[in-house]
């Protein structure tokens, strides 16, 4: 191979890798609700945010995800998740449920459980 090939093949494999980092969470089986669906922005960054449940249990789960691709701390997700669903599904204190989150490999969406 000469140094084009080995540039095309280092280029692609990286855009592979790009790709498998950027995936989607696995939302399959929990239930949209879509009313709560929002784009917001924070600290001149903007957020899509969407909320699922488990027909006829608790907690909301709130999918945030960073529109520019980049990571999310944990923390900050959480803040964000919790002032979006406060007015949109808790009648009562929430609470996070940190054993529920999860995110995507390179932490640029999140699933945050919150008990209300």
């Not at 692609?12 to 980092?21: P, V």
């Not at 929002?38 to 960054?45: F, G, R, S, W």
């Amino acid at each position: 191979m000469n140094r084009f090939h080995l540039a095309l093949a280092a280029t692609l494999a990286l855009a592979g890798t790009s790709r498998a980092a950027a995936e989607d969470l696995d939302t399959g089986k929990l239930v949209p609700v879509t009313e709560n669906h929002a784009t917001l922005v924070v600290d001149k960054v903007a957020y899509t945010l969407d909320s699922y449940i488990v027909l006829f249990e608790q907690p909301y789960y709130v999918k945030l995800r960073r529109d520019d691709g980049k990571p999310v701390d944990a923390d900050l997700a959480a803040r964000i998740a919790q002032d979006y669903i406060q007015p949109r599904g808790c009648t009562a204190p929430l609470s996070r449920r940190k054993d529920l989150d999860r995110s995507n490999s390179n932490h640029s969406q999140w699933l945050i459980g919150i008990q209300c």
